[in-house]
């Protein structure tokens, strides 16, 4: 096994009084895309916010390579609609080369945006331009919180072939959130099922040929749906630990 970039053990957080995660136990190798789903609500962002390091937990650790650079693109951003900011201004807080910022505007294939003003930028430019920012730094890690949200279907696909493009060229690893199960399904090494725990994880063919995937996502199309109920035959409340995980197929068939 390749030595991790990341890796959290028994990873917990408590906020504003409630347990909003509990025993994360995660990793992420170089160059694997890693992908978390899980219902609105089930810690995904508080997940990546303790990974990137702006959060800290409550129980467990999170581990970084020695060095790790991370390349950050988050859920949203606030911009400020009564100051004037031009993407050439928003790359600069990443780096100062006029030259490489212009390189890695092409690089995602949003060429010569640098005069246009950030808040003028189309949902699929926008995301474009916050993804060459996260390249600017050279990261090791690139981590994307729902990064494709708000654009259509053939605008998403084309985020996320991007982003394998950009792994294989950098050889960076990529750890996402995302709704989007046929992406998921299309672009994860691993995906990790969250739902204040980790519900379920493994490869998406054998992730998806559990039944326990099936109860919770459902089949075919209608399975993206299926994530926005994910129902669960279990409670949540702190304290309930008799119930039942839904595992990958080879870990079931060890115990059969
Ligand atoms: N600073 C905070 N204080 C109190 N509660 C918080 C805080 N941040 C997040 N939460 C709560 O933690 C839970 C998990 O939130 P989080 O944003 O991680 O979920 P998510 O899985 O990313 O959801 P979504 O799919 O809707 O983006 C939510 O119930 C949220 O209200």
Redesign the pocket.
């Given at each position: 096994m390749s030595a991790a970039l990341i890796e959290t053990e028994g990873l917990g957080v408590s906020?504003?009084g409630?347990r909003?995660l509990r025993d994360v136990s995660i990793r992420v190798a170089r160059g694997e895309i890693v992908t978390i789903v899980?219902p609105?609500?089930?810690?995904?962002?508080?997940l990546v916010r303790l990974v990137i390091g702006a959060l800290r937990p409550t129980e467990g650790a999170v581990r970084r390579a020695p060095g790790l650079v991370i390349g950050y693109v988050p859920?949203r951003l606030a911009i400020d609609h009564t100051m004037p900011l031009s993407v050439a201004r928003f790359l600069a807080f990443a780096s100062r080369d006029r030259a490489a910022r212009t390189r890695a505007l092409a690089h995602v294939g949003a060429p010569g945006l640098e005069r246009r003003q950030m808040i003028d930028l189309s949902g699929g430019q926008f995301q474009r331009v916050m993804l060459a920012h996260a390249l600017l730094r050279r990261p090791d890690l690139l981590v994307l919180d729902?990064a494709a949200q708000g654009l259509d279907q053939p605008g998403t696909a084309a985020f996320y072939r991007l982003v394998e493009t950009l792994r294989a060229e950098l050889g960076c690893a990529v750890l996402m959130?995302s709704h989007d199960l046929h992406v998921v399904m299309a672009a994860s090494d691993r995906v990790i099922c969250l739902n204040g725990h980790v519900c379920c994880e493994g490869a998406p063919m054998h992730v998806s040929a559990a039944p326990e995937y099936r109860a919770l996502f459902g089949h075919g199309t209608g399975g993206t749906m299926a994530l926005y109920r994910h129902e669960h035959d279990h409670a949540h409340g702190d304290g309930d630990h008799a119930h039942h995980h839904p595992r990958a197929p080879e870990e079931a068939e060890e115990e059969a």
């Open positions: 906020l504003g409630s909003i899980g609105n609500g089930s810690g995904k962002t508080t859920q729902e959130v």
